[in-house]
């Protein structure tokens, strides 16, 4: 009783403050590793080769794009569009897909099922959405505010002075009075992101493919795997 | 992630928060406590290191190197929390595998007291994210969503309160809008409330109810947001409330190369810090303590 009646008898008169790197210096922790052990050998088979990339990438090495991010929207697109010809019998103009969807880089050299796991663990799948000239400005309107790379493909954008400059959609100039076939995942679809335009869209085909596995098909079937920035999002100013 | 480059270890020698200047104090002075606060945030199930071939983090992070820090700290100051600010799951096979089972087993063995919940702890559903905490032998605390009639009832708690060599430090959780963020079938029934107004009521509690020398926000709900500036996040957070002395932050991945200072609503100071993601860095605070008792006299009876 005494002690409780005296509690609030302490002050702070000084923090002291540091970050510490975490560096792997091959310590031994056997209750740890002990621990761990079954979970990693079932996850082992995880290991085996699938192709190799020719050089590394990143989700953060450009500023309103990245390597990263070009590889995974070009594969998507390419991969998905003859799957959506044979639904609707239309193509795919063009593919948007968020940044937070992809959780890690590729190294140069070998590429497992790990990587593609690590690099994007969510079970998303694709999805088409009939956008009117609109919908599809609402979107260049995001993105132009959000102003982080999220990976795009089949489009190209020139924002200036926080203003949008041009856009070709297929090498064509965006016309805001047709509608758009586009490419995303069922997350963003459903409003994840804040990326609304997505909400109630003309026409939706859910095409019903996990996006990681539709990478690591095409990365099994192309063995060599290469990406650059090529500047389709572009802020001049 | 805001830097790509972290300096090996960054000491900051910078005195914080001297709300009473105190002539002559030392901080090893007989009657001076000592509290540690070890904290990590969006570890994200990064159990292994990173490989020496990373172009960002070679080796880096890792449980068995992150344990080795915490068991050495702890040897040097027994008096020592260990928090995480959220995200523990998803983002290696680990997490798509066993569902979080192995992240929270680790984290109760190298001694972790308190955690709270980020937008990837609902990634499987609350159903499983409720199953999964019974791995953890450590607390999730979280204060603002209303959890009513969701399989989190009752297994969330709003603040916990840490008595540590006769130190009160009370610890309250704060989680990020959960719409737009993850997908609706995830979370359903869990309500997010104003984090401002929550944290008004609690830290009042916890001050002058349960009497806390040290209040200590987890917050998930992110540094700041350049593009979205109204967007609630801890800067927001730290400015428009009262008593809280240090908030660890997460969601954001922000590397920070030394935490941050800000007035809070009474001009007091509020520490901020976030050690980036993937457990690549622990945060270390000490707190230096001593009697409130201003007779000198008491205390040199004491000595």
Same mark, same amino acid.
């Given at each position: /009783?005494?002690?409780?009646?005296?509690?609030?008898?302490?002050?702070?008169?000084?923090?002291?403050?540091?970050?510490?790197?975490?560096?792997?210096?091959?310590?031994?922790?056997?209750?740890?590793? @002990?621990?761990?052990?079954?979970?990693?050998?079932?996850?082992?088979?995880?290991?085996?080769?699938?192709?190799?990339?020719?050089?590394?990438?990143?989700?953060?090495?450009?500023?309103?794009?990245?390597?990263?991010?070009?590889?995974?929207?070009?594969?998507?697109?390419?991969?998905?569009?003859?799957?959506?010809?044979?639904?609707?019998?239309?193509?795919?103009?063009?593919?948007?897909?968020?940044?937070?969807?992809?959780?890690?880089?590729?190294?140069?050299?070998?590429? *497992?099922?790990?990587?593609?796991? *690590?690099? /994007?663990?969510?079970?998303? *799948?694709?999805?088409?959405?009939?956008?009117?000239?609109?919908?599809?400005?609402?979107?260049?309107?995001?993105?132009?505010?959000?102003?982080?790379?999220?990976?795009?493909?089949?489009?190209? @954008?020139?924002?200036?002075?926080?203003?949008?400059?041009?856009?070709?959609?297929?090498?064509?100039?965006?016309?805001?009075?047709?509608?758009?076939?586009?490419?995303?995942?069922?997350?963003?679809?459903?409003?994840? &992101?804040? /990326?609304?335009?997505?909400? &109630?869209?003309?026409?939706?085909?859910?095409?019903? *493919?996990? @996006?990681?596995?539709?990478?690591?098909?095409? @990365?099994?079937?192309?063995?060599?795997?290469?990406?650059?920035?090529?500047?389709?999002?572009?802020?001049?100013? | 992630?805001?830097?790509?480059?972290?300096?090996?270890?960054?000491?900051?020698?910078?005195?914080?928060?001297?709300?009473?200047?105190?002539?002559?104090?030392?901080?090893?002075?007989?009657?001076?406590?000592?509290?540690?606060?070890?904290?990590?945030?969006?570890?994200?199930?990064?159990?292994?290191?990173?490989?020496?071939?990373?172009?960002?983090?070679?080796?880096?992070?890792?449980?068995?190197?992150?344990?080795?820090?915490?068991?050495?700290?702890?040897?040097?100051?027994?008096?020592?929390?260990?928090?995480?600010?959220?995200?523990?799951?998803?983002?290696?096979?680990?997490?798509?595998?066993?569902?979080?089972?192995?992240?929270?087993?680790?984290?109760?063995?190298?001694?972790?007291?308190?955690?709270?919940?980020?937008?990837?702890?609902?990634?499987?559903?609350?159903?499983?994210?409720?199953?999964?905490?019974?791995?953890?032998?450590?607390?999730?605390?979280?204060?603002?969503?209303?959890?009513?009639?969701?399989?989190?009832?009752?297994?969330?708690?709003?603040?916990?309160?840490?008595?540590?060599?006769?130190?009160?430090?009370?610890?309250?959780?704060?989680?990020?809008?959960?719409?737009?963020?993850?997908?609706?079938?995830?979370?359903?029934?869990?309500?997010?409330?104003?984090?401002?107004?929550?944290?008004?009521?609690?830290?009042?509690?916890?001050?002058?109810?349960?009497?806390?020398?040290?209040?200590?926000?987890?917050?998930?709900?992110?540094?700041?947001?350049?593009?979205?500036?109204?967007?609630?996040?801890?800067?927001?957070?730290?400015?428009?409330?009262?008593?809280?002395?240090?908030?660890?932050?997460?969601?954001?991945?922000?590397?920070?190369?030394?935490?941050?200072?800000?007035?809070?609503?009474?001009?007091?100071?509020?520490?901020?810090?976030?050690?980036?993601?993937?457990?690549?860095?622990?945060?270390?605070?000490?707190?230096?303590?001593?009697?409130?008792?201003?007779?000198?006299?008491?205390?040199?009876?004491?000595?």
């Amino acid at each position: /009783m005494f002690f409780s009646c005296n509690n609030v008898n302490y002050q702070i008169n000084n923090v002291e403050l540091e970050n510490i790197k975490v560096l792997n210096q091959s310590v031994k922790n056997e209750e740890l590793e @002990i621990l761990i052990g079954p979970f990693k050998n079932k996850i082992k088979k995880l290991e085996k080769k699938i192709g190799y990339s020719l050089n590394s990438l990143s989700v953060r090495d450009g500023k309103l794009e990245s390597s990263l991010g070009n590889f995974i929207a070009d594969v998507l697109l390419n991969e998905s569009d003859s799957l959506f010809k044979s639904i609707s019998s239309k193509n795919i103009d063009f593919c948007l897909l968020n940044k937070g969807g992809i959780r890690g880089s590729l190294n140069q050299g070998n590429i *497992t099922q790990h990587d593609l796991i *690590t690099i /994007m663990p969510f079970n998303n *799948t694709s999805i088409v959405v009939k956008l009117s000239g609109l919908k599809v400005l609402e979107l260049l309107q995001y993105l132009n505010i959000e102003n982080i790379a999220h990976p795009v493909s089949g489009i190209k @954008i020139e924002f200036e002075n926080k203003k949008i400059k041009k856009v070709l959609i297929q090498n064509k100039k965006f016309n805001l009075n047709r509608a758009y076939y586009v490419l995303t995942s069922n997350y963003l679809q459903e409003g994840g &992101d804040k /990326m609304n335009f997505f909400k &109630d869209p003309l026409e939706i085909y859910s095409l019903n *493919t996990n @996006i990681r596995e539709e990478l690591i098909k095409y @990365i099994s079937k192309i063995k060599n795997v290469k990406s650059e920035l090529d500047n389709r999002i572009v802020r001049l100013k | 992630m805001n830097r790509r480059y972290f300096l090996d270890k960054i000491t900051s020698s910078t005195i914080l928060g001297l709300t009473f200047p105190l002539l002559g104090f030392e901080k090893n002075n007989l009657n001076s406590k000592k509290i540690t606060i070890l904290h990590t945030n969006d570890v994200h199930s990064h159990i292994d290191p990173f490989p020496a071939n990373d172009p960002l983090n070679p080796n880096g992070g890792g449980v068995i190197a992150r344990s080795k820090i915490i068991n050495e700290i702890k040897k040097d100051n027994p008096n020592t929390l260990v928090l995480d600010a959220g995200d523990v799951f998803q983002g290696t096979p680990y997490f798509n595998f066993f569902g979080g089972e192995i992240e929270l087993k680790l984290m109760s063995k190298m001694g972790y007291n308190a955690s709270t919940l980020g937008n990837h702890e609902f990634d499987n559903g609350l159903k499983k994210l409720s199953e999964s905490l019974k791995y953890a032998n450590f607390s999730f605390l979280n204060s603002n969503y209303n959890l009513k009639n969701t399989p989190l009832e009752n297994k969330i708690k709003k603040y916990e309160i840490y008595v540590i060599d006769g130190i009160r430090i009370g610890i309250f959780g704060l989680g990020i809008e959960l719409n737009g963020l993850v997908e609706k079938k995830l979370y359903n029934g869990v309500r997010y409330l104003d984090p401002i107004e929550i944290t008004n009521d609690i830290t009042n509690k916890l001050k002058n109810e349960h009497q806390c020398d040290i209040i200590i926000c987890l917050s998930h709900l992110g540094f700041k947001y350049d593009n979205k500036k109204e967007a609630m996040c801890d800067l927001i957070l730290a400015k428009k409330t009262k008593n809280i002395d240090l908030i660890i932050g997460g969601h954001t991945h922000t590397f920070m190369t030394k935490p941050l200072e800000v007035n809070n609503l009474n001009g007091k100071r509020v520490i901020i810090n976030q050690v980036g993601c993937f457990g690549i860095n622990i945060g270390k605070i000490d707190f230096y303590l001593s009697k409130k008792t201003i007779s000198k006299k008491t205390n040199a009876i004491k000595v």
